[in-house]
């Protein structure tokens, strides 16, 4: 469906009047909120907040969205200060004193009004070995997992990740060291090392274990307060520290 005949299938009456919007307008370090009169409908989100503005008011406005359920992590955004999935967040729920402010991710580089660059996210779960090394080929037969082993159920238990960064956004150890891998790579990092199937936890658990790395953690437990899928990368990065400082006989530290 077109985005405009998505936002078509919404009441357009407004029900109680407007709400003042301030949107961060700009390109790279340069910008500044601009504000907008917005009605407010019922059950409105803030990406639907969003869309209205680029498409009743602005179509200049930039921002990021795909599935408007939840699912591909891409609408994240700071809504009045914090990390939020903006397809799920109610403006009933968020707005303070009658306002809304929404600005890009936070800890990213902006690349126009709320679109954050997402490729030092991704680059960190490269340099966090965020990548499966099967340890079978094709022609290997399928062994079955057993789903009841203390590995699987840690993995499992972080697996449901979706990249959106919400985390990363709301970590203060990102804000004050950028070398950080952040809260997402080190969870992705934790799921691998309990993957039986996987066969580079020896080369992740290195990866994870230098500058930046897992030991650079405060455990604020940001992370886990603003993930939106209840995960909890504190408890995945206290897993790296302690299978990171069990291993350094193994390199010689
Ligand atoms: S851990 Fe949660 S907040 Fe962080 S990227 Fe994954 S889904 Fe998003
Ligand atoms: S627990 Fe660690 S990764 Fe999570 S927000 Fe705090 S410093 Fe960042
Ligand atoms: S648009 Fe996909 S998670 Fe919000």
């Given amino acids: 469906m077109h985005i405009r005949e998505a936002w078509k299938d919404e009441p357009l009456v407004s029900n109680s009047g407007t709400m003042k919007v301030s949107v961060w307008r700009g390109q790279g370090d340069v910008g500044q909120f601009e504000e907008f009169d917005v009605p407010v409908l019922d059950n409105q989100t803030i990406l639907d907040v969003v869309s209205w503005i680029q498409q009743e008011s602005d179509p200049t406005l930039t921002y990021r969205f795909a599935c408007r359920v939840g699912m591909c992590g891409s609408c994240a955004m700071m809504v009045n200060g914090k990390p939020r999935w903006t397809c799920r967040t ?94 997402a790579a080190l969870n992705r990092a934790w799921t691998l090392v309990n ?45 790296l520290k302690r299978e990171s400082v069990k291993n350094l006989s193994w390199w010689g530290w």
């Fill in 195 to 239: 993957d039986e199937r996987d066969s580079a936890a020896e080369q992740r658990l290195k990866a994870v274990s230098g500058d930046g790395g897992c030991h650079s953690c405060h455990s604020h437990q940001s992370c886990m307060n603003y993930c939106p899928n209840e995960l909890n990368p504190t408890a995945s990065i206290a897993g």
């Fill in 90 to 183: 109610h403006v009933k729920k968020v707005r303070k004193d009658g306002a809304i402010e929404i600005a890009p991710l936070r800890n990213l580089p902006v690349i126009k009004d709320l679109a954050a660059d997402m490729t030092e996210f991704f680059d960190k779960w490269v340099k966090a070995e965020g990548v499966f090394h099967p340890s079978k080929t094709r022609e290997d037969p399928i062994e079955p997992i057993n789903h009841e082993s203390n590995a699987r159920q840690q993995a499992s238990a972080a697996i449901e990740c979706i990249n959106c960064a919400v985390c990363y956004a709301a970590c203060d150890s990102v804000s004050s060291n950028s070398d950080y891998l952040g809260p």
